[in-house]
């Protein structure tokens, strides 16, 4: 059965299944640590175009009411089916061969990947020392899961909590929460044609395609890091300004002209103000736009199938004539631009860091060993984390309101904030073999402005792997 009406889709960062744990790790062990932020952020940029595309495809659609949610389904076959072929010929990680013991495959694949004149036998080395090591502590450990073995080490259990906390907090400030109301914020501005509103919605994919670009331009100049920080700190300032929006909208919420109102028996009719009845979703706000403001406004029940009307009275059709207009989740308002402002400013700060920088760092910070479950891990908790709001947020906005809901999302931003001031090191321009090192300081200490930094080397003395501290090394030889 055809719907009745083109979705209005909302844009979010979120990978599918598989492919989000996977990518970004297959990415960062194939990629020169000098670039490899760059070409982790420029999946989160492919991501995003496809969005961009799917919403042109909408767009182009959407006056087609017979056929055309077919054919949007359909033509996402068309890049399924020819990245299938193209996943084909790509080689496997030279850590993940290495690991094996195919090291003749791993450096032949290090030599493809690389430039002609890039010393790979080094590179290709100090992955092998770092595959042995670690086979070394594997083997030591026993049949001990890699869980416990997590648990049990302090660096990489540091690592994990910092990574989870990157994906959680990615989606509890995240697009999903404020691109729910893009299409109800479009409509307070005066627009309400469907057409119209879905190449609006359009647009907003393309602004976030594009400022996605700027973290893959600037990621690798200054760092994960700064670039996490400064994102996460405009998110925190573009939710507050979308709470402060909401909070006056609903101060100066146009009234409910109750004479007007249609079906006494209806919990709609109790209502007195447009902000309480838009708050509950089994009502909608009928009235006139009139050059002097809203006029003989009534609080009317929602169609259940079909919200875009009401089941009795004026607004009672597709098709409103006149001045006469239906308010589902929105009330008019003159201080409707700074949502629309928090709205724009929200994906500027999001779209070049929080999009991209959880999936890049979370891809870097693990050791081999630890890599594949530690990075499952914490896609986990992203998932769970956009399962929490998917299930939670309309629940909040009726029990808190709308500004309460986007308050309770500033605060957190403002912890995590702190919390990845605090405990994120840069790994940019690292090797992934070195990444677990900045973990194994105390949790209040920057690993990267550490005065007393100890450096580990590992050397190959009789066929057995030693890590030696050069620090002590050093005090030995001048003793």
Known sequence: MAPEDPQ?????????????????????????????????????????????????????????????????????????????FGLLTIPESPRWLVAQGRYQEALKVLKNLREKNTNVEEEFDGIKTNCLETEREVTAKGTTPVFLQIIRNPAVKRALTVGCLLQLTQQLVGTSIVMYYSVPVIKMNGISEKSTVIWISTGTAAVIFFCS???????????????????????????????????????????????????????????????????????????????????????????????????????????????????????????????????VLHIMCFAPGMSSTPWTVNAEIYPLWARSTCYSIATSVNWLGNLFVSMTFLNFVELVTKYGTFWFYTSFAILGWIYFFLMLPETKGRLLEDVEGLFTYPWWQDATTADEEKTVQYVHIRGINQAINLDDQDSEDES
């Open 8 to 84: 209005l889709t909302t844009f979010d960062t979120n990978r599918a299944g598989l492919v989000s744990t996977t990518v970004p790790v297959y990415v960062a062990e194939l990629s020169p640590p000098e670039i490899r932020g760059k070409l982790v952020t420029l999946n989160t940029c492919f991501y995003t175009g496809g969005q961009f595309v799917a919403g042109i495809i909408a767009g182009a659609f959407a006056e087609d009411k017979s056929s055309g949610w077919r054919l949007m389904l359909g033509l996402a076959a068309v890049p399924s089916f020819i990245q299938f």
């Open 213 to 343: 670009f700027i973290g893959l331009f600037v990621v690798e100049k200054v760092g994960r890091r700064p670039l996490t920080l400064f994102s996460l700190a405009g998110v925190a300032v573009s939710l507050g300004t979308l709470a402060v929006g909401f909070q006056l909208v609903d101060i100066h919420s146009p009234q409910i002209d109750v004479s007007g109102t249609v079906g006494s028996d209806n919990a709609c009719s109790s209502y007195s103000m447009c902000s309480k009845c838009v708050n509950d979703l089994n009502c909608g706000y009928c009235f006139f736009n009139l050059p002097s403001g809203p006029s003989n406004g009534s609080c009317l029940l929602a169609g259940p199938d079909k919200p875009d009307i009401s089941t009795a009275g004026l607004c009672n059709g597709s098709v409103l004539e006149g001045p006469l207009t239906w308010a589902y989740e929105w009330c008019p308002s003159d201080h409707s631009w700074i949502i629309l402002l928090g709205l």
